[in-house]
């Protein structure tokens, strides 16, 4: 393919390699040269932002302090940093070999975590690299839930006090998250994440304005992906993991994607 041209992301770090959403997954994508790296994030019952891509701590992923399998699911937002903290995560998925793993894969980082390692790690770097981070927000009946208000302000002021607002990127599914973001920080640029077929891509892009737009990838078509990007907005479709889905997105226009498999999409555009 030549001289890669295409924005390489990292979903949730390099996820097929290591423990998605932790310390190593991320270190990995960064050792591999990404361009940015995709992470989720939500908010904990006492308001810390963690990264991890569940809405629930369950039994099957979880393990208490002493190994054994939790006994019954919780809700991220019902639950303090420090119960969080006590877990052993052991979410490998999408691991491509299933192995043992790393203490620090077992571990759910904060986002602070995460931003000031990836300072050290950009530190030296000529060409740093991103983070796109996505609040992940369900819709709750329960008072206690927290608001979008909220979960969107401990967000950016996390960014405001712990990155460079000029290397980070908020998407979500959520479009009132989104609306929020523009509200409270529109000095930092959002992703708009689509997921189901026939979306009217136009439209949302003509109402929010994103940077990017972050389709399923089987979603949308070449002749869609050229009026998004005709009005200046980048298209970087999720998850794209094979040779064969990562030269159809390209034939048909994208200017990045997201992947699990970040080393192959590399090696595939160095060819």
């Avoid at 998605?20 to 790296?37: C, M, Q, W």
């Avoid at 989720?40 to 963690?50: A, H, N, P």
Wanted: aromatic fraction near 8%; proline fraction near 5%; charge should be negative.
């Amino acid at each position: 393919m030549g001289e890669k041209k295409i924005h390489v992301q990292a979903h949730r770090g390099a996820c097929s390699e290591f423990v998605e959403n932790t310390l190593p997954s991320f270190e990995r994508a960064v050792e591999l040269k990404v361009d940015s790296i995709e992470l989720d994030v939500q908010l904990t019952k006492d308001e810390e932002v963690i990264v991890f891509h569940d809405f629930d701590i369950t039994p099957e992923w979880c393990r208490d302090n002493l190994g054994n399998p939790l006994v019954s699911s919780m809700p991220i937002w019902k639950m303090n940093l420090a119960q969080i903290q006590q877990l052993e995560i052991r979410i490998d998925r999408r691991l491509t070999h299933k192995r043992e793993l790393l203490d620090l894969e077992k571990k759910i980082p904060t986002l602070r975590e995460v931003f000031l390692k990836m300072k050290q790690w950009n530190q030296n770097s000529l060409h740093p690299i991103g983070l796109d981070i996505e609040i992940k927000r369900k819709e709750f009946n329960d008072t206690e839930a927290p608001s979008v208000e909220i979960i969107v302000q401990k967000v950016i002021a996390e960014i405001n006090q712990y990155w460079d607002v000029g290397n980070a990127v908020v998407r979500s599914f959520d479009f009132s998250v989104l609306e929020e973001m523009k509200r409270q920080a529109p000095q930092i640029p959002i992703a708009v994440l689509t997921y189901q077929t026939e979306i009217p891509y136009l439209e949302i892009c003509q109402k929010f304005h994103p940077k990017i737009l972050a389709p399923f990838f089987k979603s949308i078509s070449a002749n869609e992906i050229s009026a998004v990007r005709a009005l200046g907005v980048e298209v970087w479709p999720y998850t794209v993991n094979t040779v064969q889905e990562f030269e159809r997105m390209i034939s048909a226009g994208v200017s990045g994607l997201t992947t699990d498999n970040p080393k192959g999409l590399i090696e595939f555009l160095n060819q």
